[in-house]
């Protein structure tokens, strides 16, 4: 059975929240876009890739393509020579030329601000919605990644085996004024501090509240031995 580390409290959660934002006030996506499309294009392309080798291949994408009617007109061998660095390009490249379409037949070439019409472009699940709604409207939604999810498990914020229940934990535990920053102060902890494989507990100014910190074990005592005496 998987042990779980232990909640925190109501009063601790608040204090991560506080801690964090006292160390990135206004913390931002590190994908990088000029527009609404450019980010719905750039979310869709991190699926399974850094956001670092995203921002290389957008430089390119949108010197070409930096609306719906260039990236509908671009032909796809094209695209997915441009997108061919990245995890899963193909599939990538025929949602992209698809979502571009539904944009200009659906909502005047502007992407939606409703979950409902984000969700169905093709391409775009909840996570990704989520993004938009929180890093271009402001809205108080949490996207989980495999970032915020583990963070979340460490820190015993969620213990839930899916990103939507994730998700839904999260919601409902981080204090209503820390959810609008929520998503990026947990993807940059989880990518730069709380890492995967190492997690730096050592310097995390999460640390002190943290069930899951690692702490150095206790120094022994010496014993006296029979020579120093
Ligand atoms: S103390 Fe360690 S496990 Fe806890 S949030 Fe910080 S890096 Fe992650």
Known sequence: MTRHPRRLTPAETARVFARLARNNPEPRTELRYRTPFELLVAVVLSAQSTDRMVNRVTEELFARAPDPEALAAL??????????????????????QATARLLLERHH?????????????????????NVLLNTLWGEPVVAVDTHVARVARRLGLARGRTAEAVERELTARIPRRYLGHAHHWLILHGRYVCRALHPLCGTCPLAPLC????RPPPRRRRT???HSR
């Open 75 to 96: 032909p796809l061998d094209e695209l997915e020579a441009i997108l061919s660095r990245l995890g899963l390009y193909r599939s990538k490249a025929r949602h992209l």
């Open 224 to 226: 006296p031995s029979a």
């Open 211 to 214: 069930p899951s910190a690692s």
């Open 109 to 129: 070439g502007r992407v939606p601000r409703e979950r409902e019409a984000l969700e169905a472009l093709p391409g775009v699940g909840r996570k990704t919605a």
